[in-house]
């Protein structure tokens, strides 16, 4: 057998949760960065009860807006994102978590990063990151 | 006289900008990230107008909440933004900006990175990146 993915939790103490504000519903904004190579992986919500299993279990745990359910990254598709480090902004609306991403990447189209689109891609000669897969439609938050 | 900052404008296309997705209050959720030392900077918000504008002049402009204004970052603090690449993500609701920082960063504590505190930095032996002259109450979107 292989050994499983190494877990780090962090103890989330009342007054950093008293820091963090969230939204009328309940939500604050998570950036999940690569830890390894520092490409910004994509941006979730979560709610306080899925930001408390975040940092209890090391691992990358979501609100979904559109399902409106608690949404473990990586359940489906095995693309799980370990927290090796979070951060909370200057007026605690945003979250930061350096993560390791397991699997192809973050993104549901493939791509390790969901930024994988430039402004300036249509213009001549530019350098675009454009995926094949792309299906347009989907929502933030699939798995 | 000192040369002025470079600035690189980047070209929006009308397809491009049909796939961002604004909030029913108009707005995209703006990550700017420093583009050499790869450091998630803040988070701020824009409308189309700011949008375009950041693009145009290949500067930072926000919108403020708070304020309900156009807020173009580092006016007061001299902090400026400079765009070196933009991306949209795979929804189309989060956009990202790899910049040039101008100043000592783009934070109003001082700071480099508004994402200075780190969670678990109240257990012992903990390392933390608290800055000491950080006030509570403040918004997310100071010049």
């Given at each position: 057998m292989s050994p499983g993915p190494v877990v780090t939790p962090i103890e989330l103490s009342p007054g950093e949760l008293a820091q963090v504000r969230f939204t009328a519903d309940g939500l604050v904004a998570a950036i999940a960065q690569d830890r390894a190579g520092g490409q910004v992986l994509m941006l979730g919500w979560m709610n306080e009860a899925t930001l408390r299993e975040t940092l209890e279990t090391g691992r990358m745990v979501y609100w979904s807006r559109s399902r409106q359910q608690r949404w473990a990254k990586g359940d489906t598709s095995g693309n799980r994102q370990w927290v090796r480090e979070a951060f909370y902004d200057c007026d605690g609306d945003v979250l930061l978590f350096l993560v390791e991403q397991?699997?192809?990447?973050?993104?549901?189209?493939?791509?390790?990063?969901?930024?994988?689109r430039r402004f300036g891609g249509d213009g001549p000669g530019a350098t675009t990151a454009t995926h094949e897969g792309h299906e347009p439609g989907f929502t933030d938050d699939q798995q």
């Open positions: 397991e699997g192809e990447g973050a993104c549901h189209t493939g791509s390790f990063s969901c930024f994988y």
